[in-house]
């Protein structure tokens, strides 16, 4: 619900609000790069499950060793994924 100042000052709230009514929700992600923005962040939280919270060695040599290691781990089962299969989706109104 937009405020009653909307149309004289809007705040930021309000125009999304605005810019969601003008033009439908899937332009307004498109416009604004939602889809990209939310892929990133699922491919990082996938690093991060592979990767896990925290270094466990010490050192700057061993963690740099143990990034590796997880890397290398980690494209492997990144690929893997991808080889499987994604589900085909169907956007519902």
Do not use: C
Not at 58 to 71: F, G, S, Y
Request: proline letters at 4%; glycine letters at 4%; aromatic letters at 4%.
């Amino acid at each position: 619900m937009l405020r009653d100042t909307a149309d004289t000052t809007p705040s930021p709230r309000d125009r999304h609000i605005q810019a969601i009514t003008k033009a439908r929700r899937v332009a307004l992600q498109k416009a604004s790069g939602y889809t990209q923005r939310a892929t990133l962040e699922r491919q990082i939280g996938r690093w991060k499950q592979v990767l896990g919270p925290s270094l466990r060695f010490h050192t700057d040599e061993a963690q740099a060793t143990e990034v590796a290691i997880a890397i290398a781990i980690a494209v492997v089962v990144l690929d893997r994924m991808l080889d499987l299969g994604r589900p085909n989706s169907v956007r519902s109104a």
